[in-house]
Structure formats: C-alpha cells, structure tokens
C-alpha cells in the first residue's frame, strides 16, 4: 500500500535503507513488475535486493513491522504473475544473493539464492 511505502522511506535511515538493498532505480523496479512471458506487470510499492542472509532478515523483519506482503523473486521465470509483488506488496529479489563457494576438496559447491547454473558450473570448472 501507499502508507507502506511511506513507512518504508521515514522509518529507515539512509544507512538502514542501504542495509536492506532498497531498489530505487526506476528501470529496476520495471523489470521487478515483469513475469518471464509478459503476461503479468505488478510494480511493487518497494523491493528490496539484501546481499547476506541477515539483509533478507531486515527485509522481512521490515515487512513484518510495517504490515507489507511480501513476494520472494528468483530469477523471475515464472509465467502468470507468481514472482510479482500483490498489489501494494513488496518484493525480495533474491538475485544479490549470488555467491558461489567451490570446494573442491570436498566436491562440493554452495551456491546463494541469487547464483545463476551457469555461474556455478564455471566456478565448480575452475576449481
């Protein structure tokens, strides 16, 4: 909602709102209102991008506090609308969330939410 959003911008400081990977590029937050066949365009009242597990922590604690629904978004390949914000919801874009731990030793690799297969299978190559 609107009183969310106002919400988001006067209870967080600039330093807050940093912590949280606030998105505030327009051009972002367009492609954040688009599913992966184009049939659904919801902008969200705010979307987050946090970059650790304790940044996806604050967004939801934000959310919990300030009433926002919030949609978590992978790389957005869902079809009808799944990945999008509800209308006046918030989005977690899980894409910040891209680091790759290859253990090679062990054959074992530890992808964040965010890395890409193809990523991952260059890293796990180089290792």
Not at 2 to 31: E, F, H, N, S, W
Not at 47 to 60: D, I, K, Q, R
Request: glycine share 8%; hydrophobic share 45%; proline share 3%.
């Amino acid at each position: 909602t609107k009183a969310a959003t106002t919400k988001a911008t006067t209870t967080t400081t600039t330093t807050t709102a940093a912590t949280l990977g606030q998105v505030t590029d327009p051009m972002r937050l367009l492609t954040l209102a688009e599913d992966f066949g184009y049939y659904v365009h919801q902008l969200p009242a705010a979307a987050f991008c946090p970059t650790s597990a304790e940044g996806v922590a604050l967004v939801v604690r934000w959310a919990a506090d300030t009433g926002s629904r919030l949609t978590v978004r992978g790389n957005g390949h869902s079809t009808m609308g799944q990945s999008q914000a509800v209308p006046g919801g918030a989005v977690l874009d899980s894409s910040c969330l891209s680091s790759i731990v290859v253990d090679a030793a062990r054959k074992r690799v530890v992808a964040g939410a965010g890395a890409l297969w193809s990523q991952v299978t260059v890293a796990a190559a180089e290792a």
